[in-house]
């Protein structure tokens, strides 16, 4: 048995060999979430029940400081299906990242995270941090995972970003940048992204507000070429209401024609309600509706109950 073609046990055998191998100087940090879900879902083939992840994830950072001041580790993270502990992708699918650098520069290569995504739309994502039946289906994403290097910059409330990626033949065939610059004080963050590959762009503008049991965010986006042919412009709100530990949520998202793409578009809307239950800090359970309004076909129309149960560790 090959532990590559296993990639669930692949991590746990490296998970031990580090702890084993790490210097006193090190921190090693396993982090993961455990998302199932009773759904019933109607998309193309019908309706039907099951019982569903919401992408699921195990991940391990560690973090060595030298006598210098500077720092340098390992990201990895992957995604795995709870409802059957296979793995979704082939290994480390999530992310794979060597960094180094201080606590305000830093330098990451590898498979690395999205500027745009872990800024936009996972942050306007309140109810479920943009995972399972319900996540984003509409917002334009250009920058991918692989073959990057990234600058990350903090300065007091400020971080700037700038990523480049190699060229992927199999989407546009040419290298792409994107770049990020965000602002955050207490009850209040503001983010600006912009990502491009020669072919295809995406610039978008999020906030977010926090005001006692409100919290407020919203994000507007402009893209071309990447769902369909031209340019079209997407805008998204989310409102969530926190009393003790219930949270309430509206999430909506209408997206404009690309024009041209496709006879007769006009568009798509995702909607979502939701309700969520804080058993700990850690663990929730929730309760929700939702559904994406596609009269382009180009996102895919579906519409979904779902109960379920969140446990991060």
Avoid: C
Wanted: proline share 3%; no cysteine.
């Amino acid at each position: 048995m090959s532990l590559r073609s296993h990639p669930l046990i692949f991590a746990a055998v490296l998970t031990l060999a580090l702890l084993f191998a790490l210097p006193a100087s090190a921190d090693l940090q396993l982090y993961g979430r455990l998302n199932v879900s009773v759904e019933r879902r109607t998309e193309a083939g019908g309706p039907r029940f099951q019982v569903g992840d919401n992408a699921s994830r195990f991940g391990i950072m560690e973090v060595e400081r030298t006598r210098s001041g500077l720092e340098s580790g390992v990201h990895l993270e992957m995604g795995f299906d709870a409802t059957t502990g296979k793995p979704y992708g082939s290994g480390f699918d999530r992310g794979a990242e060597l960094f180094f650098g201080t606590p305000n520069v830093k330098l990451s290569m590898g498979s690395v995270g999205s500027t745009a995504y872990l800024a936009i739309t996972d942050v306007v994502s309140l109810h479920n941090h943009d995972t399972g039946i319900s996540s984003d289906a509409l917002f334009a994403h250009v920058e991918p995972l692989q073959h990057k290097m990234v600058v990350t910059l903090h300065a007091d409330r400020w971080t700037m970003q700038a990523a480049s990626w190699r060229a992927d033949p199999m989407v546009t065939g040419r290298a792409g940048t994107a770049y990020l610059l965000a602002w955050t004080r207490p009850g209040m963050s503001l983010a600006l992204s912009s990502g491009q590959d020669g072919v295809r762009y995406e610039r978008s503008v999020r906030g977010l507000w926090q005001a006692g049991p409100l919290e407020l965010a919203a994000y507007v986006e402009l893209d071309r070429n990447v769902f369909g042919s031209g340019r079209r412009l997407l805008g998204r709100v989310a409102v969530a209401w926190h009393a003790g530990a219930s949270e309430f949520h509206v999430n909506v998202a209408q997206a404009s024609a690309y024009g041209g793409a496709l006879p007769g578009e006009r568009g798509a809307r995702q909607r979502t309600l939701g309700y969520n239950y804080n058993l700990s800090a850690r663990s929730k359970v929730y309760a929700l509706a939702t559904a994406v309004y596609d009269e382009g076909r180009l996102y895919g129309s579906r519409r979904a109950l779902a109960l379920g149960v969140r446990q991060n560790f």
